[in-house]
């Protein structure tokens, strides 16, 4: 069965700095997906970044990057410049790549990092 | 913009009592979703449905039924509340398919179960 693990439960950064939160996961599959989800205080879930296992390169949305190590199995999730509107629960989350159909296309989440931003 | 909406932010309900979730999206998803969130699990998968009356049991879903019956509305069903499912409750609803990696979630329902 596969895992996602994010061992920090709670970061904080400054307004303009750079953080990295810091996601691992297991599974024995070769092609799958990965992600970074924001909840913001208000509830409503929105996707970050997605990585394609089959890519080598790492994905990059404006001022959020990641970090795939794919042997390491490590998916990091690096934001630069920080803003105040960056402050939120961030899941990490895995899928399939196939679909085999049924609960197969769940995502399996990590426990969340919080993120403050100090101004 | 693709919208999943739930009936309700903020539901108090007593034990025993029979809970209904609503959630309602727009976009002609096959999939849809209920999660439940709690601090320091994350969100784990109640059910799931992939099409009209279709549906598939999730990782926890002693407890929870769930209807859909048609393709837009996805409902979860607690029939006799207990204290242990007061929780945060996500709809979510997706595309099926290999492109479809990405899930829509709606605002989410706080249940607080006495």
């Known amino acids: 069965a596969q895992t996602v693990t994010q061992s920090q439960p709670e970061m904080s950064v400054q307004e303009a700095e750079t953080v990295t939160l810091s996601c691992t996961y297991d599974?024995?599959?070769?092609?799958?997906?990965l992600f970074w989800y924001k909840q913001p205080p208000s509830r409503q879930m929105i996707l970050v970044i997605r990585?394609?296992?089959?890519?080598?390169q790492n994905a990059t949305e404006n001022r959020f990057s990641v970090n795939f190590q794919k042997a390491a199995k490590s998916f990091s999730l690096k934001i630069s410049d920080s803003q105040l509107g960056d402050a939120a629960m961030y899941f990490c989350a895995y899928r399939r790549y196939k679909d085999y159909g049924g609960a197969t296309n769940k995502l399996i989440f990590g426990t969340g990092t919080l993120l403050a931003v100090q101004p | 913009d693709v919208k999943v909406t739930q009936s309700s932010r903020y539901l108090v309900k007593r034990t025993g009592e029979k809970v209904f979730l609503e959630c309602v999206q727009d976009?002609?998803?096959?999939?849809m979703f209920w999660y439940r969130q709690d601090p320091g699990l994350g969100l784990r998968l109640i059910y799931f449905?992939?099409?009209?009356?279709?549906?598939e049991k999730g990782d926890i879903p002693e407890g929870y039924s769930v209807s859909r019956e048609k393709k837009e509305r996805f409902s979860l069903i607690l029939e006799s509340a207990s204290t242990n499912q007061t929780s945060m409750y996500l709809c979510?609803?997706?595309?099926?398919?290999?492109?479809?990696?990405?899930?829509?979630f709606g605002p989410g329902t706080r249940l607080t179960v006495t």
């Open positions: 976009m002609d998803h096959e999939n």
């Open positions: 599974t024995s599959e070769s092609d799958y997906y």
């Open positions: 990585q394609e296992a089959y890519k080598q």
């Open positions: 979510a609803s997706s595309f099926s398919g290999y492109s479809s990696y990405e899930q829509y």
């Open positions: 449905s992939y099409d009209v009356k279709m549906k």
